[in-house]
């Protein structure tokens, strides 16, 4: 057991440092300027990149960014001032592709991190994040896990080349985090 277990993390961690030396920094500098820029910051995915997408909800309400959760009880109404990020692989999901098309309506901007940039929910967004597919799932890490994890540690990186361009700490993100707990 001990032995699959460092192979996978091994394999796993490989995997997110070749897709990071991929991807288009371009297309980075775009995620953080709509963040910036927008008013109000919405966040969805399905599942584990759920998961990811509220984690990166959090962490940007730590930088004092308005981020919300798409579908949670506290979600306030959303204008065309206002980012909608998509957290999908195949960017194909039912349900996202619906709210996309609600986004769509009031004009929001509507950004989508996805492996599949010819996807439904790429064609409904104003701009992608393409998430290199550099490896097939395997036992090591099996589903989405290399979509998931990599989009989990790009989002970090994001964060913390926001705080940089903010002018923001470590300390200044602890004043915001929860102290019920």
Known sequence: MNKIYKESVKVITGVINDTV?????????????????????????LGRSGLVA???AMRLMHL???????METITPAASNKDLLIFISSSGEKGSLVEIA??????????????S?????????????????????????APLNTFFEDTVQ??????????MAKMGKSELDMKRRHSILE
């Open 21 to 45: 030396e991929q991807m288009d920094t371009k297309e980075v500098e775009y995620l953080e300027s709509a963040i910036l820029d927008a008013s109000k910051v919405f966040l969805m995915g």
């Open 54 to 56: 509220k984690g990166f």
């Open 64 to 70: 004092g960014i308005d981020a919300y959760v798409v």
């Open 101 to 114: 098309k609600i986004a769509k309506k009031v004009d929001m901007t509507i950004l989508t991190i996805t």
């Open 116 to 140: 599949n940039p010819s996807s439904s929910l790429g064609g409904l967004s104003n701009k992608v994040v393409f998430i290199p597919k550099v490896a097939d799932s395997c036992s090591l």
């Open 153 to 162: 540690i790009f989002t970090d990186g994001v964060i913390a080349d926001l």
